[in-house]
Structures are given as structure tokens and as C-alpha cells.
DNA sequence: TAGATTGTTAATCGATTAACAATC
DNA sequence: TAGATTGTTAATCGATTAACAATC
């Protein structure tokens, strides 16, 4: 009886206390929200309807409004979200309070196209700095970012700040990198090698996998069946 | 009552007539287990535990247990799974009888990255021709696929049998293609692309929507909290 | 045998959807 | 008002984990 009262409270607590403890997949759907209430901005769009949000997703009305209830936002009126209000109150919600400052380790095709792709589009989030072995590309500034040596790793990511890396570099190289990772004090991984990735609890470092072949493989498997 | 019963026949049947229709997470989690159990062939590991399998991938040796209990393999010791074994039965699973041909529109550097990345790793699998609209890429052979001109894309998708396609063009331009996609007979789609895409329900084309900036954002989201 | 491992069912957890009251 | 829309709770669905029997 005493437990189930304490786990009641511990739930409320949860609930209006930590409003940062959002479900993963709404996470992801905000982000492609306002991806979308962006769009809609540029196109004149001042007011869109939860429908029409969910449409163009793919889900239902009733998902995007859940989603907005558990952030707390709520429209006025009966005529649809407003677009700006709901672009900011979902950067209030997404967005760290200070930029967050993201280097790329291997700088490559795939690193090029995810720095040229993502630069200037969130102000909150800014990809400074990549790192490489290669005499090409060492020193020199590609797709508009420095690219430094990774035996300089430490020293830059205390000098820019660094919070957050995107592993881009190939698959057999990656064990080379996760004690450097660890060591400067990154909190964020982006991880598109092969290569699962698991740090110690005491790290503190969220990681996200996201491997390439797995993807493609799962289209096909849904698209053969 | 009998909807009852009915019900627990028809579980039956998806369970033991349909072994093609697996959880979305089994399936992305199968394709992961097969990368890393030939990666452990590579090095000579002929056995491998339940428990060995789901450290490597941060999870329980139960869920791999299940995993494999649903596509129906077992071992026939307690030395662990054959890792040969192992490797063939995912096959047998997941990939296509037939090879599948992919192609990608956009043939920019996030399309030179997974080209590259992923050729020649999975036989059944293929990346076969790039479209794209630049003088600069038609008419030429990139990270050793020829580029074609978008369009020709329904011709080539005829001479090519190709079945799945990599969408990595601009964002603006992907309106453009989507007709394309559907009178071309194209069942899989693999979107990079920051607009997320709906077919109509009597296409049968199966999407995957995967944008970076939301990657990025959810491991910042979560970094910060 | 005892300990480790596998395979499977039942329980739990988390996410989506159904249902509906409230509002414009 | 009637119809459309929003916000919220309860029910359902799907995926994970706990529990345990069976086996080596």
C-alpha cells in the first residue's frame, strides 16, 4: 500500500515536474513538425489544423494532438495551430537554452552532405568542427567547417565547445575513437558506422545508431513481403 | 465466443503461415545481428551466445532469444548459436529470392556515401543506377554506378528491373519525382529527404522516412535533458 | 550433479487509437 | 444551432521483459 502511494506520487512527479521526460517517438515527431510548420511559413501558411499537420505525416489527427498536449501547447481558437506559435514553442521544448556546438569524426562524402545539408537550418544546433587522418583533408575547410586532426580532438573540443559527434568514419576505425569520445567529456553520439556503440553507464552518453544497410534492408524486406 | 475463438485461429494462422509479417523492430534488429555475426565470421568466431549478440547491440539476451525464436531458429546445443548458421537463416529471412535493384535519385554525396558504403556488401541487394539532372553527372559512371538523366527514369527502371529507390535529391525537387516513382512501379522507397512522403494506399509502395536534422535533434534533446 | 544456456509463455511497459466532453 | 475542431481519458495494441521449464 505504502509502495503503490509512493509510486503515485513518483507519477505525478514524472508528469508536471520533468516535462523534459517526453516518449522518444514524440521527440522525433515534433522535430518533424516544425520541420513541416517551417515549410508551411515560408509558403504564407499562418494556421494549419491538426489534420493537416497529421496528413502529411502519415498519422493520425489524434497522434499530432496528443503529441501538443504532452508539451502543454494548446490553440485558442478552433481555427488550427498558429504556425510561429507553434514552431516556438516546439524550439522551447526541443532546443537547448545555449548553442550546441557538433563536430563530425571522418570527414567524408557522408559527413559533407549531412554538414552542407544542416548548416544554418536550426540555430541551436551547429555543426564547428571535423576531424580526420588524411593528409587531404587535414588543415584544410570543407563544406565550410575547419578540419582538424583527430590527435587534436581534445584540445578542439575544449576550444569549441564541442558537445556532440557524428561518427562518420569507417567501420573498422571506430574503437580508435570511443575512448577519445569518452575522455573529452562529448555527451551525444550520432553513430552512422556499422559498429554498435555501448559506453559505460558512468559516461553519461546517449548514442544513437543508425546504420545505413539496415535501413535499405528493412525497405526491402517490407517490400518483397 | 466464437469471435473469440476465431480470433485465436486467426493468430495461429499469422503465426504459423505468415512468418513474413515480423515486428518492424525484430526485423531492423535481424538485419543488425547478421552485420555483426559476420563481422565475428570475419574474425574467426564460430559460436556465439544470446548474451554475446545482445551486449554488442546494448540489449537483453532475452530479446535476441525471441527475436530468433520468431523467425523460428534454434540451436541444437548449449555452445551458443552457430554463427554460420545464424548468418544464412537471417538470410533466409530477410533477404529477397531474387536480387532486388535499387537506384537513387540525387546523385550527390549523401548517394556517393551509401553507393559506396554499401555495394558488394549484401548479394541480394544492389545499387544499380543514379538519376540526377546536372550535365556535370548524367552520361557518367559515379562511385561506380552510371547516372542517368531523370528522364529517363521510367525506361531505365524497365531495362534495370528495379524495385527500390534511395530518394537523396533536394528537398524542393522532391514533388517532382513522386509521380515518377508510382507510374514506374517502383514498391520501396528509402527517403533522405526532409519532406515526408505519402503514396496513395493503392500504390503499395512501402516508405521509410529518415531525416537527419531529426537524428541530430533527438540525440540533442536528449544530450541536454 | 550444478551451473549455464536456450526456448517459450505470461506479465509489464510504452505507444497509439478510440471515445467523448468541451468549445467555437 | 449543427458541424468541425480541440484536449483528454480510457482502451487497445505492440514490443519488451520477467519468469520458468527444459536441456546440455
Known amino acids: 500500500m505504502i509502495a503503490l502511494a509512493f509510486r503515485y506520487i513518483c507519477r505525478k512527479e514524472v508528469k508536471y515536474m520533468q516535462p523534459s521526460k517526453l516518449p522518444e517517438r514524440t521527440v522525433e515527431r515534433l522535430s518533424e513538425y516544425r520541420r513541416t510548420l517551417l515549410n508551411s511559413l515560408n509558403k504564407g501558411v499562418t494556421h494549419i489544423y491538426s489534420h493537416n499537420l497529421a496528413s502529411i505525416h502519415g498519422i493520425t489527427a489524434v497522434q499530432v494532438r496528443r503529441d501538443l498536449m504532452l508539451i502543454g501547447?494548446?490553440?485558442?481558437?478552433?481555427?488550427?495551430?498558429?504556425?510561429?506559435?507553434?514552431?516556438?514553442?516546439?524550439?522551447?521544448?526541443?532546443?537547448?537554452?545555449?548553442?550546441?556546438?557538433?563536430?563530425?569524426?571522418?570527414?567524408?562524402?557522408?559527413?559533407?552532405?549531412?554538414?552542407?545539408?544542416?548548416?544554418?537550418?536550426?540555430?541551436?544546433?551547429?555543426?564547428?568542427?571535423?576531424?580526420?587522418?588524411?593528409?587531404?583533408?587535414?588543415?584544410?575547410?570543407?563544406?565550410?567547417?575547419?578540419?582538424?586532426?583527430?590527435?587534436?580532438?581534445?584540445?578542439?573540443?575544449?576550444?569549441?565547445?564541442?558537445?556532440?559527434?557524428?561518427?562518420?568514419?569507417p567501420t573498422q576505425e571506430v574503437d580508435s575513437v570511443c575512448g577519445l569520445v569518452i575522455e573529452s567529456g562529448i555527451k551525444g553520439v550520432l553513430n552512422f558506422t556499422s559498429k554498435p556503440l555501448t559506453f559505460p553507464e558512468e559516461a553519461g552518453i546517449y548514442v544513437e545508431d543508425y546504420d545505413i544497410i539496415t535501413l535499405l534492408e528493412k525497405v526491402a524486406y517490407y517490400t518483397k513481403g
Chains 1, 2 share one sequence.
Do not use: W
Open 73 to 169: 501547447f494548446s490553440s485558442n481558437n478552433k481555427k488550427g495551430y498558429n504556425v510561429r506559435e507553434l514552431i516556438d514553442f516546439i524550439g522551447g521544448i526541443l532546443d537547448s537554452d545555449h548553442v550546441l556546438n557538433v563536430a563530425v569524426i571522418g570527414m567524408g562524402n557522408l559527413a559533407s552532405a549531412i554538414t552542407a545539408y544542416f548548416n544554418g537550418k536550426r540555430s541551436k544546433l551547429r555543426i564547428v568542427a571535423a576531424f580526420d587522418v588524411s593528409d587531404k583533408k587535414v588543415g584544410k575547410v570543407i563544406s565550410s567547417i575547419p578540419c582538424y586532426h583527430i590527435d587534436d580532438f581534445k584540445e578542439q573540443v575544449r576550444n569549441n565547445n564541442i558537445n556532440i559527434v557524428i561518427l562518420t568514419l
